[in-house]
T-cell receptor
Framework: DAKTTQPTSMDCAEGRAANLPCNHS???????VYWYRQIHSQGPQYIIH???NNETNEMASLIITEDRKSSTLILPHATLRDTAVYYC????????????FGKGTRLHILP | EAGVAQSPRYKIIEKRQSVAFWCNPI?????LYWYQQILGQGPKLLIQ????????DSQLPKDRFSAERLKGVDSTLKIQPAKLEDSAVYLC??????????????FGPGTRLTVL
Protein backbone atom coordinates (compact mmCIF):
# COMPACT_ATOMS: atom_id res chain seq x y z
CA ASP A 1 0.00 0.00 0.00
CA ALA A 2 1.07 3.58 -0.62
CA LYS A 3 2.47 5.33 2.44
CA THR A 4 1.09 8.72 1.43
CA THR A 5 -2.25 10.51 1.53
CA GLN A 6 -3.17 13.11 -1.07
CA PRO A 7 -6.37 14.97 -1.96
CA THR A 8 -8.23 13.35 -4.82
CA SER A 9 -8.42 16.50 -6.92
CA MET A 10 -7.56 20.19 -6.94
CA ASP A 11 -8.16 23.19 -9.16
CA CYS A 12 -5.77 26.07 -9.79
CA ALA A 13 -6.05 29.15 -11.99
CA GLU A 14 -3.58 29.47 -14.82
CA GLY A 15 -0.64 31.67 -13.84
CA ARG A 16 -1.10 31.07 -10.14
CA ALA A 17 1.03 28.88 -7.93
CA ALA A 18 -0.30 25.36 -7.50
CA ASN A 19 0.34 23.93 -4.05
CA LEU A 20 -0.16 20.17 -3.80
CA PRO A 21 -0.11 18.72 -0.28
CA CYS A 22 0.95 15.23 0.77
CA ASN A 23 0.83 13.51 4.14
CA HIS A 24 3.39 10.83 4.96
CA SER A 25 3.20 10.51 8.73
CA UNK A 26 4.86 7.07 8.84
CA UNK A 27 7.92 8.05 6.81
CA UNK A 28 11.14 6.41 7.98
CA UNK A 29 14.41 8.21 8.56
CA UNK A 30 16.01 6.85 5.40
CA UNK A 31 13.04 7.46 3.12
CA UNK A 32 12.88 10.27 0.61
CA VAL A 33 9.83 12.07 -0.72
CA TYR A 34 9.45 11.82 -4.50
CA TRP A 35 6.97 13.48 -6.81
CA TYR A 36 5.94 12.23 -10.23
CA ARG A 37 3.20 13.42 -12.53
CA GLN A 38 1.25 11.73 -15.28
CA ILE A 39 -0.23 13.72 -18.11
CA HIS A 40 -3.16 12.08 -19.87
CA SER A 41 -2.16 9.15 -22.10
CA GLN A 42 1.50 9.40 -21.13
CA GLY A 43 3.73 7.52 -18.70
CA PRO A 44 4.60 9.10 -15.35
CA GLN A 45 7.36 11.76 -15.31
CA TYR A 46 9.75 12.43 -12.46
CA ILE A 47 9.51 15.93 -10.98
CA ILE A 48 11.61 16.26 -7.85
CA HIS A 49 12.68 14.50 -4.67
CA UNK A 50 14.02 15.46 -1.23
CA UNK A 51 14.97 14.11 2.18
CA UNK A 52 14.48 16.95 4.66
CA ASN A 53 15.65 20.17 3.09
CA ASN A 54 13.57 22.15 0.68
CA GLU A 55 14.44 21.49 -2.94
CA THR A 56 13.94 23.44 -6.14
CA ASN A 57 14.52 22.61 -9.77
CA GLU A 58 13.36 23.94 -13.11
CA MET A 59 9.97 22.27 -12.76
CA ALA A 60 8.93 22.78 -9.15
CA SER A 61 9.77 23.34 -5.49
CA LEU A 62 9.39 20.81 -2.71
CA ILE A 63 8.75 21.95 0.83
CA ILE A 64 9.12 19.29 3.54
CA THR A 65 8.00 20.03 7.09
CA GLU A 66 10.55 19.85 9.87
CA ASP A 67 9.02 16.67 11.30
CA ARG A 68 8.95 15.24 7.74
CA LYS A 69 5.37 14.06 8.16
CA SER A 70 4.08 16.14 5.28
CA SER A 71 5.25 18.00 2.22
CA THR A 72 4.01 20.38 -0.46
CA LEU A 73 4.86 20.42 -4.13
CA ILE A 74 4.74 23.91 -5.57
CA LEU A 75 4.35 24.70 -9.26
CA PRO A 76 5.14 28.44 -9.18
CA HIS A 77 3.28 29.57 -12.30
CA ALA A 78 0.86 26.87 -13.40
CA THR A 79 0.03 26.52 -17.09
CA LEU A 80 -2.60 24.45 -18.83
CA ARG A 81 0.11 21.88 -19.64
CA ASP A 82 0.48 21.21 -15.91
CA THR A 83 -2.94 19.54 -15.87
CA ALA A 84 -2.09 16.00 -14.75
CA VAL A 85 -2.24 13.48 -11.92
CA TYR A 86 0.47 14.17 -9.35
CA TYR A 87 1.84 11.31 -7.26
CA CYS A 88 3.62 11.76 -3.94
CA UNK A 89 5.77 8.74 -3.08
CA UNK A 90 8.06 7.85 -0.21
CA UNK A 91 10.85 5.39 -0.75
CA UNK A 92 14.34 4.64 0.42
CA UNK A 93 16.98 5.74 -2.06
CA UNK A 94 18.33 2.24 -2.38
CA UNK A 95 19.01 0.17 -5.43
CA UNK A 96 16.03 -2.07 -5.99
CA UNK A 97 13.67 -0.20 -3.64
CA UNK A 98 10.47 0.02 -5.57
CA UNK A 99 8.12 2.92 -6.17
CA UNK A 100 4.60 2.35 -4.84
CA PHE A 101 2.11 4.69 -6.49
CA GLY A 102 -1.11 5.71 -4.78
CA LYS A 103 -4.03 7.29 -6.61
CA GLY A 104 -2.44 10.74 -6.65
CA THR A 105 -4.04 14.18 -6.95
CA ARG A 106 -5.76 15.14 -10.18
CA LEU A 107 -4.77 18.78 -10.76
CA HIS A 108 -6.93 20.85 -13.10
CA ILE A 109 -5.46 24.12 -14.32
CA LEU A 110 -8.28 26.48 -15.19
CA PRO A 111 -7.91 29.08 -17.97
CA GLU B 1 18.49 10.90 -26.16
CA ALA B 2 15.80 8.46 -27.22
CA GLY B 3 13.23 7.57 -24.58
CA VAL B 4 11.75 4.26 -23.56
CA ALA B 5 10.03 2.66 -26.54
CA GLN B 6 7.01 0.39 -26.27
CA SER B 7 4.91 -1.46 -28.81
CA PRO B 8 2.20 -1.89 -29.69
CA ARG B 9 0.50 1.25 -28.37
CA TYR B 10 -2.93 -0.34 -28.42
CA LYS B 11 -4.16 -3.92 -28.42
CA ILE B 12 -7.64 -5.40 -28.37
CA ILE B 13 -8.08 -9.13 -27.77
CA GLU B 14 -10.75 -11.50 -26.61
CA LYS B 15 -10.54 -13.24 -23.27
CA ARG B 16 -8.51 -16.42 -23.20
CA GLN B 17 -6.31 -15.15 -26.07
CA SER B 18 -2.59 -14.46 -25.65
CA VAL B 19 -0.82 -11.14 -26.02
CA ALA B 20 2.75 -9.88 -25.83
CA PHE B 21 4.18 -6.43 -25.24
CA TRP B 22 7.67 -5.22 -26.11
CA CYS B 23 9.87 -2.65 -24.41
CA ASN B 24 13.20 -1.12 -25.39
CA PRO B 25 14.68 0.85 -22.49
CA ILE B 26 16.97 3.85 -22.71
CA UNK B 27 20.42 2.78 -23.86
CA UNK B 28 22.67 1.89 -20.95
CA UNK B 29 19.87 1.58 -18.38
CA UNK B 30 20.44 -1.62 -16.45
CA UNK B 31 17.16 -1.63 -14.54
CA LEU B 32 13.86 -2.24 -16.29
CA TYR B 33 10.35 -2.29 -14.81
CA TRP B 34 6.92 -3.37 -16.00
CA TYR B 35 3.87 -1.74 -14.42
CA GLN B 36 0.16 -2.34 -14.79
CA GLN B 37 -2.12 0.68 -14.54
CA ILE B 38 -5.84 0.06 -14.24
CA LEU B 39 -8.09 2.99 -15.07
CA GLY B 40 -8.31 5.46 -12.20
CA GLN B 41 -5.43 3.93 -10.24
CA GLY B 42 -1.72 4.53 -9.98
CA PRO B 43 0.71 2.18 -11.71
CA LYS B 44 1.40 -1.11 -9.94
CA LEU B 45 4.80 -2.75 -10.27
CA LEU B 46 4.64 -6.20 -11.87
CA ILE B 47 8.30 -7.07 -12.27
CA GLN B 48 11.73 -5.46 -11.98
CA UNK B 49 14.84 -6.59 -13.84
CA UNK B 50 18.43 -5.67 -13.23
CA UNK B 51 20.29 -6.51 -16.43
CA UNK B 52 18.75 -9.89 -17.30
CA UNK B 53 18.02 -10.99 -13.73
CA UNK B 54 14.73 -10.62 -11.85
CA UNK B 55 14.94 -8.40 -8.75
CA UNK B 56 11.26 -8.40 -7.78
CA ASP B 57 8.33 -10.27 -9.31
CA SER B 58 6.21 -10.55 -6.16
CA GLN B 59 3.22 -8.82 -7.78
CA LEU B 60 3.34 -10.72 -11.07
CA PRO B 61 0.42 -13.20 -11.50
CA LYS B 62 2.70 -16.00 -12.55
CA ASP B 63 -0.09 -18.37 -13.58
CA ARG B 64 -0.78 -16.19 -16.62
CA PHE B 65 1.89 -13.48 -16.83
CA SER B 66 5.50 -13.98 -17.83
CA ALA B 67 8.34 -11.60 -18.66
CA GLU B 68 11.85 -11.95 -19.93
CA ARG B 69 14.86 -9.82 -20.65
CA LEU B 70 17.21 -12.31 -22.21
CA LYS B 71 20.11 -10.10 -23.29
CA GLY B 72 19.71 -7.47 -20.60
CA VAL B 73 18.30 -4.92 -23.04
CA ASP B 74 14.84 -5.41 -24.60
CA SER B 75 12.06 -7.04 -22.63
CA THR B 76 8.77 -8.73 -23.41
CA LEU B 77 5.75 -9.15 -21.16
CA LYS B 78 3.26 -11.89 -22.06
CA ILE B 79 -0.23 -12.68 -20.85
CA GLN B 80 -1.60 -16.14 -21.55
CA PRO B 81 -4.55 -16.54 -21.29
CA ALA B 82 -5.94 -13.04 -20.87
CA LYS B 83 -8.84 -12.24 -18.56
CA LEU B 84 -11.24 -9.31 -18.62
CA GLU B 85 -9.56 -7.82 -15.54
CA ASP B 86 -6.26 -7.59 -17.42
CA SER B 87 -7.61 -4.60 -19.33
CA ALA B 88 -5.17 -1.85 -18.40
CA VAL B 89 -2.23 0.21 -19.58
CA TYR B 90 1.07 -1.64 -19.35
CA LEU B 91 3.97 0.70 -18.71
CA CYS B 92 7.65 0.01 -19.10
CA UNK B 93 10.26 2.09 -17.28
CA UNK B 94 14.03 2.08 -16.91
CA UNK B 95 16.79 3.76 -14.98
CA UNK B 96 20.56 3.41 -14.66
CA UNK B 97 22.41 1.85 -11.74
CA UNK B 98 24.32 5.01 -10.93
CA UNK B 99 24.72 8.62 -11.79
CA UNK B 100 22.48 11.65 -11.62
CA UNK B 101 19.56 9.81 -13.23
CA UNK B 102 19.50 7.15 -10.52
CA UNK B 103 16.55 8.81 -8.81
CA UNK B 104 14.38 9.00 -11.90
CA UNK B 105 12.48 6.21 -13.53
CA UNK B 106 11.94 6.99 -17.19
CA PHE B 107 8.61 5.72 -18.44
CA GLY B 108 7.50 4.75 -21.90
CA PRO B 109 4.11 5.76 -23.35
CA GLY B 110 2.50 2.46 -22.43
CA THR B 111 0.43 -0.17 -24.21
CA ARG B 112 -3.31 0.07 -23.72
CA LEU B 113 -4.80 -3.44 -23.58
CA THR B 114 -8.52 -4.05 -23.92
CA VAL B 115 -9.79 -7.57 -23.24
CA LEU B 116 -13.30 -8.25 -24.56
Amino acid sequence: DAKTTQPTSMDCAEGRAANLPCNHSTISGNEYVYWYRQIHSQGPQYIIHGLKNNETNEMASLIITEDRKSSTLILPHATLRDTAVYYCIVRARLLGDKIIFGKGTRLHILP
Amino acid sequence: EAGVAQSPRYKIIEKRQSVAFWCNPISGHATLYWYQQILGQGPKLLIQFQNNGVVDDSQLPKDRFSAERLKGVDSTLKIQPAKLEDSAVYLCASNPLSGRQLDEQFFGPGTRLTVL
